[in-house]
């Protein structure tokens, strides 16, 4: 009986290994899916059209002052997403300088700073500068004819009116949390 016993404890011992390796095979193996893309990239010197929200002017605006901006037109990258037109940013006005008398023209230069995507702030670089019309020659044609009272002839002061656009670039790279939230109501 002891003879039968060993004779069969090899083919019991790889009946028994044999068991789990089947058991394996007939699991089935899980399917695991590609990872889902949750953010977008927005590459450095992509361009924007931006709309200026508020009013400014050379008169009334100094150095410093903060503005609203909007994206104005929607946005297409190359990976198919589109960023809707109306996310809502922040510009700066750099230098500010009111009109003077002589016929000195009032100056305006502002910064475009950032653009916010959901909870992302997109850094922008664009700049506007400019300056009022000049009144020099009419001040020099009243000076000539009316001695120093022509010195009090003034320029004119420069304005960026809401609804105006300006070209922007993406300053550097930034990443985007998918999906893209609405952009926010007027």
Same mark, same amino acid.
């Given at each position: 009986?002891?003879?039968?016993?060993?004779? =069969?404890?090899?083919?019991?011992?790889?009946?028994?290994?044999?068991?789990?390796?089947?058991?394996?095979?007939?699991?089935? =193996?899980?399917?695991?899916?590609?990872?889902?893309?949750? *953010?977008?990239?927005?590459?450095?010197?992509?361009?924007?059209? +931006?709309?200026?929200?508020?009013?400014?002017?050379?008169g009334s605006n100094t150095a410093g002052d903060q503005f609203s #901006?909007?994206?104005?037109?929607?946005? *297409?990258?190359?990976? %198919?997403?589109? #960023?809707?037109?109306?996310?809502?940013?922040? %510009?700066?006005?750099?230098?500010? *300088? /009111? *009109? !003077?008398?002589? !016929?000195?023209?009032?100056?305006?230069?502002?910064?475009?700073?950032?653009?916010?995507? %959901?909870?992302?702030?997109?850094?922008?670089?664009?700049? /506007?500068?400019?300056? %009022? /019309? !000049?009144?020099?020659?009419?001040? #020099? $044609? &009243?000076?000539? &004819?009316?001695?120093?009272? !022509? @010195?009090? /002839?003034?320029?004119?002061? #420069?304005?960026?009116?809401?609804?105006?656009? &300006?070209?922007?670039?993406?300053?550097?790279?930034?990443? +985007?949390? @998918?999906? @893209?939230?609405?952009?926010?109501? $007027?």
């Open positions: 009986m002891l003879a039968a016993v060993l004779a =069969t404890a090899p083919q019991l011992a790889s009946a028994q290994i044999m068991l789990p390796a089947a058991s394996a095979a007939a699991a089935p =193996t899980p399917v695991t899916a590609p990872p889902a893309v949750t *953010k977008v990239k927005l590459r450095e010197g992509e361009e924007l059209v +931006i709309r200026f929200e508020d009013r400014l002017s050379s #901006i909007a994206l104005e037109e929607d946005m *297409k990258l190359a990976d %198919g997403t589109v #960023i809707r037109a109306g996310y809502r940013g922040r %510009g700066e006005v750099t230098d500010a *300088k /009111k *009109k !003077g008398f002589m !016929g000195q023209a009032g100056e305006l230069n502002v910064r475009l700073n950032y653009i916010r995507v %959901g909870d992302t702030r997109v850094r922008l670089r664009a700049s /506007k500068g400019g300056e %009022g /019309k !000049g009144a020099m020659g009419a001040t #020099i $044609a &009243l000076t000539v &004819l009316f001695g120093p009272l !022509g @010195l009090l /002839k003034r320029g004119h002061d #420069i304005e960026i009116k809401p609804g105006q656009t &300006l070209t922007a670039y993406v300053d550097q790279d930034a990443e +985007i949390d @998918l999906p @893209l939230p609405p952009p926010p109501e $007027a």
